[in-house]
């Protein structure tokens, strides 16, 4: 266990997740706490923050402690804060913003390193949040298949079915038409701070292997989805009011759970920019 001297970690799961404490987002961080923030980051792959009462300004000049704020492509932001993405599900909706296992937007040739995502309002239960570790589910791989995987090449895309029926109620509230995007990333992915390897995939975004048709690629993939959400390499969140959650996309995957039909949930997310997956 590492040892940190101006902020309290504690894990909250032994496959990734640990909550942060001796933060305050409101107020400037010196350097040597922004360090060990990150550091914890790379340790866990997703920390979380809370009662963290803060305005959207507050919460953009933490985000840029960490990283370059960049626009997210499907939705526009805040009118007074274009950088801040809300995540809302109204009381009426039947769809979550996002609810299926994925990495943020790896449909993009440069996908985010990282994503923070701040409670504004949270259902009375439900709306829990899970990750993933994919070191550990690459890791648990056999070495047959580790060969096998070994220079394959996703192709992701924007437009697959399940993921773009999570994003329905949004974009037709805000008017938005879907942006059809395409990239391609290795299926298992370098990650460029630890230098440890972790699977990117995803049911959400992947469509086929590069060079495979998507008859071909499926029974893989498939294998490759259940397998990178095993229980043992999850963890759980529950959200309150004031909570946030910052995650590596590099090497973890969430989702949002839709169980609270009825009631309202409203995020504020920042997506931090990252480079290209080797």
């Known amino acids: 266990m590492r040892n940190y001297r101006h902020i309290e970690v504690r894990p909250v799961a032994g496959a990734l997740g640990a909550e942060i ?4 987002m409101a107020h400037p961080l010196a350097d040597d706490v922004v360090a060990e923030v990150r550091q914890a980051l790379l340790d866990h792959l997703v920390i979380f923050l809370r009662d963290q ?6 919460q953009l000049a933490f985000a840029r402690r960490f990283g370059q704020p960049v626009e997210y492509p499907q939705l526009k932001g805040l009118p007074e804060s274009p950088l801040i993405t809300p ?26 390193m990282g994503s923070m995502l701040l409670a504004r309002e949270v259902p009375p239960y439900g709306g829990d949040t899970m990750f993933a570790n994919q070191y550990l589910a690459y890791e648990a791989l056999s070495d047959g298949l580790k060969k096998t995987l070994d220079g ?20 037709k509230a805000a008017g938005a038409e879907l942006k059809v ?8 992915r370098t990650h460029p701070e630890t230098g440890r390897k972790a699977l990117y995939t995803s049911d959400a975004h992947t469509a086929h292997i590069q060079g495979w048709t998507e008859k071909e690629s499926l029974p893989l993939l498939r294998f490759l989805w259940e397998h990178q959400t095993r229980p043992e390499f999850t963890c759980r969140f529950r959200w309150q009011v004031g909570s946030l959650a910052f995650w590596d996309n590099r090497c973890a995957m969430h989702n949002p759970i839709n169980d609270y039909h009825g009631h309202r949930r409203v995020m504020h997310r920042i997506t931090l920019a990252g480079d290209k997956p080797r």
Not at 21 to 24: L, P, Q, R, S
Request: glycine fraction near 6%; aromatic fraction near 4%.
């Open 87 to 112: 995540v809302v599900k109204l009381e009426h909706e039947r769809n979550n913003f996002g609810g299926i296992w994925h990495s943020d937007t790896t449909y993009l040739a440069e996908p985010p």
């Open 53 to 58: 009462i803060v305005t959207p300004p507050q």
């Open 152 to 171: 394959l090449v996703g192709v992701s895309s924007s437009a697959k079915a399940d993921v773009t029926k999570t994003r329905e109620d949004r974009m």
């Open 181 to 188: 995007l395409t990239a391609e990333h290795p299926i298992v």
């Open 21 to 24: 404490h001796g933060v305050d």
